[in-house]
């Protein structure tokens, strides 16, 4: 990678993570609903422009079904579950959580979708579970810290669902369409389907200013800008490499949280998180065990 690349990377984990921040600081004063309509019709408004080409209208036209169902499930459901959970949870454990999308990802297509699963990535996967449960409860004591943070983290956890969904669903579906008609395509769909539902739960009392300018920062930069820089990045050095920004979101969460909030690194979060990265190094295929000396002559001898 061009050193362009990885600050463009940098920069895309910056603002990732700098989203659970924004939704921290501006979910109590906006409610979960209103803060996650806000953010998708903010970043429908500042994508309207990548969707002023004929090609990208043809493909609004074409496929408005498939793109619109990618609104639904790939950012109107997840801005609302993580909306909601900001309202309870730090946001650098909901940072964390974001974490296990890949891991849902090689567990889904293995199961359904009878994706090859090898040795070393099925430990990543129990390894990085592994890590969510420890995360669980090492958050709540099994008990400790009420049902709200419980259901604050099966909200994150369900988001993450949404977006496993989202990429099998995309990669069968939408293979045509341009990643970018895709990223401001699913944004205008996601404001439409909240609109409704934010005008009729917009709270009655006026939003702070810091809120406000929390959730247009979350709506500008943290979504419609950085869509624009993933797909760039993804059209630059492909997908392998550009998935390493999934490593990312967690180190700038939690470290946002620290800094602007004042938030505590427990040791739960600390263990948790790296148990989650390490699995999902291994299931993303990222990192890899060394080859035995016995098993990397066999993979001569098979070569033709």
């Known amino acids: ?34 803060m996650a309509g806000a ?27 498939a793109i619109s169902l990618i609104g639904l499930v790939n950012s109107a459901l997840p801005f609302v579950l993580f909306a909601y959970a900001a309202q309870s949870l730090p946001a650098g454990l909901s940072a964390i959580f974001d974490a296990i999308a890949p891991l849902l990802v090689a567990a889904s297509g293995w199961l359904w979708l009878n994706e090859k699963l090898d040795a070393s990535r099925g430990a990543g996967l129990l390894i990085g579970l592994t890590g969510v449960v420890w995360l ?13 943070a419980g259901w604050a983290m099966a909200a994150c956890l369900g988001a993450n669902v949404c977006y496993t969904f989202g990429v099998h ?22 404001a439409v389907i909240l609109l409704p539902f934010t005008v009729w739960l917009w709270p009655a009392k006026t939003p702070t200013l810091p809120a406000w300018a929390a959730m247009i920062g979350l709506a500008s930069c943290c979504t419609s800008l950085a869509l624009v820089l993933f797909y760039r990045l993804l059209a630059r050095v492909g997908s392998t490499r550009s998935m390493a920004v999934l490593y990312l979101i967690p180190v700038f969460g939690v470290l946002w949280g620290a800094v602007f909030l004042g938030e505590t ?15 999902v190094a291994l299931t993303t295929g990222v990192l890899r065990p060394r080859a035995t000396p016995t098993a990397a002559l066999e993979a001569t001898e098979a070569e033709p």
């Open 39 to 65: 953010r998708a019709i903010g970043a429908a408004i500042c994508s309207l422009p990548l969707l002023l080409s004929r090609q990208r209208l043809a493909e609004m036209r074409a496929h408005w079904r």
């Open 1 to 34: 990678m061009k050193k362009s690349d990885v600050a463009v990377l940098l920069l895309l984990g910056a603002l990732w993570g700098a989203s659970f921040l924004f939704m921290r600081m501006g979910a109590n004063q906006f409610g979960g609903m209103a």
């Open 136 to 148: 669980i409860g090492g958050t709540i004591g099994f008990g400790h810290g009420g049902a709200t």
């Open 265 to 279: 690194v427990t040791i739960a979060m600390a263990g948790g998180c790296a148990v989650i990265l390490l699995g």
């Open 169 to 190: 669903y995309s990669h069968r579906r939408l293979r045509e369409v341009s990643p970018l008609g895709i990223a401001a395509g699913s944004q205008l769909a996601a």
